[in-house]
């Protein structure tokens, strides 16, 4: 689990798409340097956010550490097209003493967005996005939160044409203000460039929940029997319900 607050920018040593040592697993690796930070306290096996993706430490010394990298990640994460000397973010796990600043962010890249335009808004910058997969569009709200590159950022403006496949047109925006431009790898990207997209997983937990309930009523019960949450949402539903037939 992470927060989305940067703790510091590594830089990318080496990306091995077939690292036989014991620490690369006999698959992909990734070595990541200039992150002393951040190191202090590592331990093989610890988890670490980089540009949003979690993964495991395998090997590490004072300034760098190494991590493997599963096919599904490649495929799902902007990591794969890394070349060495890129800057990636970097965070920690939490712990029990760490402020939450951000928000509650997994790690689990959802998808890719690339950057369509960067707008100068005084010293601020805008970007605007747009999803691989047009379909997490649904999870993003205006002043909502979104994990870009394992950054936590309120998104500014949504635009769902609920498309699907290369017809989609569909955009949210973020503004990156000029403390944050310091802190984060999105601010040197331009157009067509990638970003990794974790969207916030309590709408993910509220919508299973609806479709629970709503499954429910379907089968002639007044919602299936759940957790607290869903019978939350069944309460909200029925008094929504009730109001809407006044």
């Not at 202090?40 to 956010?49: C, E, F």
């Not at 300034?63 to 070349?83: I, M, Y």
């Amino acid at each position: 689990m992470f927060t989305g607050i940067v703790e510091t920018i590594g830089t990318v040593t080496a990306l091995s798409p077939q690292d036989d040592t014991t620490s690369g697993g006999g698959g992909t690796s990734l070595t990541i340097s200039n992150c002393a930070d951040i190191l202090t306290d590592a331990h093989l096996g610890d988890s670490i956010s980089i540009n949003g993706t979690c993964l495991t430490i395998t090997e590490f010394n004072k300034d760098a550490f190494k991590v493997g990298v599963a096919p599904e990640t490649l495929r799902r994460t902007n990591l794969g097209s890394l070349k060495q000397h890129n800057d990636v973010n970097l965070e920690r796990a939490v712990s029990a003493t760490t402020r939450m600043g951000g928000h509650f962010v997994q790690g689990h890249v959802d998808t890719i967005a690339s950057i369509v335009s960067v707008t100068p808004d005084g010293n601020a910058k805008t970007f605007r996005l747009q999803p691989r997969d047009p379909a997490v569009l649904r999870y993003i709200v205006e002043k909502g939160y979104v994990t870009l590159d394992g950054a936590s950022l309120t998104i500014t403006r949504v635009e769902d044409d609920g498309r699907s496949g290369v017809e989609a047109k569909g955009w949210f925006e973020v503004m990156l203000i000029a403390y944050t431009q310091d802190r984060v790898v999105m601010a040197g990207k331009g157009e067509r460039e990638e970003v990794n997209v974790e969207v916030d997983m309590v709408g993910k937990y509220v919508e299973k929940n609806v479709e629970g309930y709503l499954e429910g009523l379907e089968d002639g019960k007044e919602g299936r029997e759940g957790g607290v949450l869903e019978r939350m949402v069944g309460r909200i539903i029925d008094k929504r319900m009730k109001s809407s037939m006044r």
